[in-house]
């Protein structure tokens, strides 16, 4: 069926496809392909946390000051 959407092609050992073809079952979802999405999408977020959190904490040792001061009108 013609897509607008990008492939991937993926080839896996049989145990990462048993565990797909197993959460597939789990949440219901209409295909193996959905379920590699969602969990490529979670992938994506929780790498962009780890990088935020990274920030955070070379930033811990700068001043810094509350919402309200930020805002406060002069």
Request: charged share 40%.
């Amino acid at each position: 069926m013609p897509t607008a959407k990008k492939r991937i092609n993926l080839c896996v050992d049989d145990r990462l496809y048993n565990e797909i073809e197993k959460l597939k079952a789990l949440n219901n979802a209409p295909s193996l392909s959905s379920v590699v999405i969602e969990l490529a999408k979670e992938a994506i977020e929780l790498r962009e946390d780890l990088y935020f959190s990274k920030i955070v904490e070379e930033r811990k040792d700068e001043k810094t000051i509350s919402h309200a001061q930020f805002w406060k009108k002069k």
